[in-house]
């Protein structure tokens, strides 16, 4: 079945740096669209990233344009966020998510739009 583990989270001061990783099985990793989401307490989760695995491709949220870098390993079936100069509103859970119905991700899509996730990994920056 298909499976999405994160690993990598932590606590960090701001201005910090921490990378995450997504291990991915049980689905055709090469064609698909990946992401990172995350959520705060008492908000909505909203999208980080997105990349696809054809192509490459990626798209990011305004708040972490120019800090955030999403990657992928199709080989190893991995998929990362690399976070730098991490700030406080960056706290919150992360989470891994593929939609595999696509191969490519046309944009910075909605959660409701991928179909399997992994449990999530804590990120917490202090000021």
């Known amino acids: 079945q298909v499976q999405l583990v994160e690993s990598g989270g932590g606590s960090v001061p701001a201005g910090g740096s921490l990378r995450l990783s997504c291990a991915a099985s049980g689905f055709s990793f090469s064609y698909n669209c990946m992401g990172w989401f995350r959520q705060a307490p008492g908000k909505e989760r909203e999208g980080v990233a997105v990349i696809s695995t054809l192509t490459g491709g990626t798209y990011y949220a305004d708040s972490v344009k120019g800090r955030f870098t999403i990657s992928r390993d199709n080989a190893e079936k991995m998929v990362y966020l690399q976070m730098n100069s991490l700030k406080p509103e960056d706290t919150a859970m992360y989470y891994c998510?593929?939609?595999?119905?696509?191969?490519?991700?046309?944009?910075?899509?909605?959660?409701?739009?991928?179909?399997?996730w992994g449990q999530g990994t804590q990120v917490t920056v202090s000021s």
């Open positions: 998510a593929a939609d595999i119905r696509r191969s490519l991700c046309g944009g910075l899509r909605k959660a409701s739009g991928f179909t399997y």
